[in-house]
């Protein structure tokens, strides 16, 4: 790796150390990141950190509209299991986006081709985030089960929630089209909005993941995994 900066070697040897941590899309991408200054790959490695759950016990929050969703009697076993891995403070990652995994680092999107617009380009290639995570600050969970190697089968049905470090919040249970049409939105953004809204606080408010707020979605119908 290049010193374009004049870095010491501790802080050179940092860079390095950073950018290898990173997972990208491709060569070209690491390429990318390598070449960037150590403050913004400091930033890309925090900001993939934040993608993540860290493993700790957390208590469980299952909002009405996960119960009421149709999926929710052929998931229930499954949602169970999921309930008691956090509680127990296990690795949760791997029912994450295998995205988190390996495209921490997408560098910047290649012109899109002739038979798609910009948008389908940039819908189809929201690798460098989470777009779940980024938009609405809630996480997409798969829902196919542990297999032998510790992944999580795929693809199928997920669970959307909201992950605080004490308190995971099980907001419904959908698929990747979910993403687009409005029923993890909905969660969010009205429901969430009318239940704080005589609180003083809203979707967009800090406290949308606190203590208080899971109070609130509790009195509304919510159940508490215990």
Known sequence: MTNPENLSPRLAGLKTDLVASI?????????????KPLSEVIIRKLSWQARLVRPRPRNVVIWPEAIASSRYPADAAEIANIEAAFRAGDDMNPYLSSQVRTHAYAADLPPPPAALTNVEWVTRNWRGKDRMRVTLDARHMHLGGKEGNGDVARPGPLLFAGITPDQAFFLTIGDHDSFDDGAVSGVMHDGLDAQLAGQGGGACSEDRWSRSAARRCMTSGARIAT
């Open 23 to 35: 997972p990208t899309r491709c060569q070209t991408a690491a390429a990318d990141l390598a070449a």
